[in-house]
């Protein structure tokens, strides 16, 4: 692996919010410490996700249409990697996920960072993943 490409919302961020995550920018310098190339991907756009981009100085990939997985392979062409060479971190079961496993990449699936703030098409997948948790054990 040499790049990650990391979900924005409840896996950096909480949902909608500007700023990171407390722990995400040690995280951050200890992944490039280590190497990896970053790339923010999410189906947000870009108005949403610049503050974020520019509090962890990471690029980003807007509007990438997940569970499709053009904006992932978008993505990995923008850091000049193989998609098998990446790992998508995200947090949700229905739309992170699937987009990596059909762009060819490895998969990293995070508990989310707060089930109380979210999309309302979010808060209905989170029903689903329930179900699919339980019946798959992750």
């Known amino acids: 692996m040499r790049g990650l ?3 924005a919302d409840n896996t ?14 040690a995280f951050v ?9 970053l790339l923010i991907v999410s189906n947000a ?7 974020l981009s520019e509090a962890l100085n990471i690029p980003f990939q807007p509007r990438c249409l997940k569970p499709l997985p053009f904006g992932l392979l978008k ?3 923008r850091l000049g990697l193989r998609p098998r060479c990446c790992a998508v971190v995200g947090d949700q079961l229905l739309t992170d996920m699937p987009a990596a496993y059909l762009a ?8 989310p960072l707060d089930l109380s703030h ?7 997948n989170r029903r689903v993943e329930k ?5 798959f054990r992750l």
């Open 29 to 37: 310098e200890k992944a490039r410490a280590m190497g990896f190339a």
């Open 45 to 51: 756009g870009e108005e949403s996700l610049l503050p």
């Open 118 to 124: 979210e999309f309302r098409g979010t808060k209905f």
């Open 104 to 111: 060819g990449m490895q998969r990293v699936l995070l508990d």
């Open 12 to 25: 950096l961020r909480r949902w909608n919010e500007p700023a990171p995550a407390p722990f995400v920018p």
């Open 5 to 7: 490409l990391l979900d």
């Open 75 to 77: 993505g990995a062409r």
């Open 131 to 135: 179900v699919l948790k339980r019946l």
